[in-house]
């Protein structure tokens, strides 16, 4: 199978710090990984796309300041919230595709909870 | 990226087959349309890919006409467990290429 795993599942912190959200493709490379946030019943949106050494490309309105992505890997790429407010309280969710395959199937992590207070 | 169209919720019995349209009129050549279910929490999950005509798998078929404007996501004699969020996405082949989400069908199947 192909498993993409998150890290944590859930996180709690202070408005101001910083929270790692870790993205790990457990059984395969990945050269790039996508990431998503998702408020309460509402759809998944595109935050940014990370390839594998080099700068994550980020959608428009996503402030690169604030989310930081890094892809030292080939199967870890991570998000960065600093100065975290409440606002950003969300559901981020990773996802990768398997280098080298023929298939444009995305295998998604089990997304993590962040909660701002 | 073509922009997907679906209805925002449907409601079937247990036991009933469950068909959801997606509409993406402006499909590029190249474009797989692709289905993912979404439960609560939890991260997206594969169900089905197709290009044209017909796919069928364990849990699911998708039938896409010749103009490839829409397709239709059957879900054979659905279950409880079968209630989710459906996203019909539209996109390259490649998998260095973003999925952009549509607003999804909300599944409730009720016994």
């Known amino acids: 199978g192909a498993v993409v795993s998150q890290h944590p599942s859930w996180v709690i912190c202070k408005s101001g710090t910083s929270v790692k959200i870790e993205c790990r493709s457990l059984?395969?490379?990945?050269?790039?990984m996508f990431w998503y946030r998702q408020f309460p019943k509402q759809s998944l949106m595109l935050m940014a796309t990370s390839n594998e050494g080099s700068k994550a490309t980020y959608e428009q309105g996503v402030e690169k300041d604030k989310f930081l992505i890094n892809h030292a890997s080939l199967t870890l790429s991570t998000l960065t919230v600093t100065s975290a407010h409440p606002e950003d309280s969300s559901f981020y969710i990773c996802?990768?595709?398997?280098?080298?395959?023929?298939?444009?199937?995305?295998?998604f992590g089990e997304g993590s909870r962040l909660t701002v207070l | 990226l073509a922009k997907t169209t679906q209805p925002i919720s449907m409601d079937s019995y247990e036991g009933q087959e469950v068909n959801i349209t997606c509409s993406h009129n402006?499909?590029?050549?190249?474009?797989?349309i692709t289905w993912y279910q979404q439960f609560p929490s939890q991260g997206p999950r594969f169900i089905i890919q197709?290009?044209?005509t017909k796919v069928t798998n364990e849990v699911a078929s998708l039938f896409i006409p010749a103009d490839r404007k829409s397709s239709t996501l059957s879900l054979p004699r659905v279950s409880l467990s079968d209630t989710a969020v459906y996203y019909c996405?539209?996109?390259?082949?490649?998998?260095?290429?973003?999925?952009?989400f549509g607003k999804g069908t909300r599944l409730s199947v009720i016994a």
């Open positions: 996405l539209v996109g390259g082949y490649s998998g260095n290429t973003p999925l952009v």
């Open positions: 197709g290009y044209k």
């Open positions: 059984d395969f490379q990945a050269t790039t």
């Open positions: 402006n499909i590029a050549t190249n474009d797989y």
């Open positions: 996802s990768a595709s398997k280098q080298g395959a023929n298939t444009g199937e995305l295998f």
